[in-house]
């Protein structure tokens, strides 16, 4: 049986509606923002990047748990560490807007993730795979199994086509 949930949920914000996860990591806060922004942290749960890492540069970004994954550019926006990265993520899918903002409390850190959606986007796709993708980071952190995407698409899509 499997562990996947769907966790996504909308929120309106001054740019407009943005797709939300939240994840509660047992880590201090330092160490979430590495799995976020080294390429040796993102390796482990989502894939890998070169370039120039730094607000206002760009990685080229290949995903390693995709089957064909072509390189593809990531310009960052905004870069408050340890607590704040927003990127421009552009794909054939798109150009995707996403954050990424970190709370640690007593050496637990909060991850709160979104992206920003563009109108009439599907997100009965995008959701799973955040979820999927959130679903590996806490697995690379805890040494639990890593999340097969079978349990997730199409599983997870009727609660994120309920949302709009």
């Known amino acids: 049986m499997s562990d996947a949930r769907a966790t996504g949920y909308l929120r309106e914000n001054t740019s407009g509606l943005e797709l939300v996860f939240e994840r509660t990591l047992e880590?201090?806060?330092?160490e979430i923002w590495s799995a976020l922004t080294t390429s040796e942290g993102?390796?482990?749960w989502i894939g890998t990047w070169t370039g120039d890492a730094r607000e206002g540069g760009t990685v080229s970004f290949t995903m390693t748990a995709e089957d064909s994954a072509e390189p593809e550019d990531v310009t960052i926006l905004e870069c408050q560490a340890p607590s704040r990265l927003q990127v421009e993520f552009s794909s054939e899918a798109g150009v995707w807007h996403l954050e990424a903002d970190l709370q640690e409390v007593d050496g637990v850190t909060r991850l709160e993730f979104s992206q920003l959606l563009d109108q009439g986007q599907d997100i009965t796709g995008i959701g799973p795979g955040w979820d999927f993708y959130l679903?590996?980071?806490v697995a690379s952190r805890t040494g639990a199994a890593m999340p097969s995407w079978d349990d997730y698409h199409p599983a997870l899509a009727e609660h994120y086509a309920g949302l709009g």
Do not use: I, Q
């Open 27 to 30: 880590a201090p806060v330092a």
């Open 42 to 44: 993102t390796a482990s």
């Open 135 to 137: 679903d590996r980071l």
